[in-house]
């Protein structure tokens, strides 16, 4: 079965750093793009990030571009986000996803939830 | 950015009915639209890809179409399992954007 496994949320002060982790299974890993996707109230469904099968091209939401920076490690079939000066706005559930140019996002993970507050 | 403006944000309906939700993006953006269900406290469920095409297990009472720059979700017959928030993403180009949702009552 296809499955995407989050970790890593939690509170976190503004101008703190935090990495969350997605660990997929089932699947050829080393074959799929990747992306993350937050989602408030407020905003709804937000693009983050997103990484191709290679990690070789990455993109960044100017909301958090220079601030989160997207990775993976094909070996042990991993995505990270590691986001760093974090803001209050940065508070948001955070969903990882298997990414294809023509399937889009059809597996989500279960999602972790950030905040940021003092 | 291409904005996706989703209608109705709300809709009441009954099981059985037949409902659609529309998306307008504000520039081409092809056949690379998809459509995501989401229930509360559960991550999105991916419907539909390329405007059209049911992912695997979707049921056939969920139909997506296109009109120019309008998507339109259809759901027909409506199950009490289909009580959810709908949402419409483009993926032709970055930053990927989503709708604002259409939450299904």
């Known amino acids: 079965e296809v499955h995407l496994s989050q970790s890593g949320g939690g509170l976190i002060q503004p101008g703190g750093s935090l990495r969350l982790s997605c660990a997929a299974s089932?699947?050829?890993?080393?074959?799929?793009?990747m992306s993350w996707v937050r989602q408030t109230p407020e905003k709804g469904l937000e693009w983050v990030s997103s990484?191709?099968?290679?990690?070789?091209?990455?993109n960044y939401a100017d909301s958090v571009r220079g601030r989160f920076f997207i990775s993976r490690d094909n070996s042990n079939g991993t995505m990270y986000l590691q986001m760093n000066s974090l803001r209050a706005e940065d508070t948001a559930v955070y969903y990882c996803?298997?990414?294809?140019?023509?399937?889009?996002?059809?597996?989500w993970g279960q999602g972790t939830t950030v905040i940021v507050s003092s | 950015d291409i904005q996706m403006t989703q209608s109705p944000s709300s809709l009441s309906a009954s099981v059985g009915d037949t409902i659609t939700i529309t998306c307008r993006a504000s520039?081409?953006?092809?056949?690379?639209l998809a459509w995501f269900q989401q229930s509360p406290g559960k991550a999105p469920k991916s419907l539909i890809h390329?405007?059209?095409n049911l992912q695997s297990g979707v049921p056939s009472r969920f139909t997506g179409a296109e009109s120019g720059t309008d998507f339109t979700l259809t759901i027909t017959n409506l199950q009490p399992e289909d009580f959810a928030t709908y949402y419409c993403?483009?993926?032709?180009?970055?930053?990927?954007?989503f709708g604002g949702g259409t939450r299904v009552e």
């Open positions: 990484i191709t099968e290679s990690g070789d091209n990455t």
């Open positions: 993403q483009q993926y032709n180009s970055y930053p990927l954007t």
């Open positions: 520039q081409a953006i092809s056949f690379y």
């Open positions: 089932g699947f050829s890993f080393s074959s799929y793009s």
């Open positions: 390329a405007t059209s």
């Open positions: 996803a298997k990414d294809h140019a023509l399937f889009s996002m059809d597996v």
